[in-house]
């Protein structure tokens, strides 16, 4: 069974440029979830989506962040435009049910690796 | 509110050894999980173990097992016999029930294995 898969893998932009990211979950996972992990620190939930629609996005800095999920399926985060605090590995997870589960197991792709100069 | 603490940043392993990795958390839900994710390298984060709140037993996937105490609010991961490859970040999580849904990320601690 294929994994979770995200591209680029890095990415280094110039502050206030906009960057994008891609995230195709597993096969067949209701809801999808982007983090935001800087460097020392655990993974940051920034955006939850079940099927194409959002249930939290609490923590998204909505002036510079968006994402979508169309169909149901793969998603991108964008950053416009990008700081230098933005720096930082982004990871895209996926899971089977809802997420509304205290068992719903997350499966994550190998991230993206923003460097903003 | 949730939060999980993971007191050790770093730790040392001869291999072939066992390891425990501390892991306390603290919430009011009755109902939760919690999960041992490995993160390479690499940058993936890889699922290792999950325990239910709920669980009797102790959880256990291979050279893995989660000590859970709920009393103490703990679940540490031990590793046995420890290989080189298991040097890496290792991350205890947790989902709560309710309406904050997210997993909480502990900071982690930093595995390194000896030859």
């Known amino acids: 069974e294929a994994g979770v898969a995200q591209s680029p893998r890095y990415k280094i932009i110039e502050k206030r440029q906009s960057v994008a990211f891609w995230c195709n979950p597993i096969s067949g996972h209701a809801t999808l979830y982007w983090y935001q992990q800087i460097l020392g620190q655990g993974p940051k939930l920034l955006i939850q989506f079940q099927n194409n629609g959002v249930v939290d996005d609490s923590q998204l800095p909505k002036d510079r962040f968006s994402a979508e999920r169309l169909k149901g399926v793969d998603s991108t985060l964008k950053i416009q435009p990008a700081k230098l605090e933005d720096s930082a590995v982004y990871l895209c997870?996926?899971?089977?049910?809802?997420?509304?589960?205290?068992?719903?197991?997350?499966?994550f792709g190998p991230g993206t690796r923003l460097t903003v100069l | 509110a949730q939060k999980i603490t993971q007191t050790q940043p770093g730790m040392f392993v001869q291999e072939k050894e066992a390891v425990t990795l501390d892991c306390t958390y603290d919430t009011s839900d009755q109902s939760y999980g919690l999960f041992w994710y490995k993160q390479p390298s690499s940058g993936e984060m890889i699922f290792l173990i999950y325990?239910?709140?709920?669980?009797?037993q102790n959880a256990t996937e291979g050279r893995y097992s989660l000590n859970f105490q709920k009393a103490r609010k703990s679940a540490n991961l031990v590793i046995s016999a420890s290989q080189l490859g298991d040097s890496a970040m290792y991350f205890c999580a947790m989902r709560h029930s309710g309406s904050a849904r997210q997993l909480t990320f502990g900071s982690g601690t930093q595995l390194t294995v000896l030859p």
């Open positions: 325990q239910g709140s709920y669980d009797e």
């Open positions: 997870a996926s899971s089977l049910r809802s997420g509304d589960r205290v068992t719903d197991t997350q499966y």
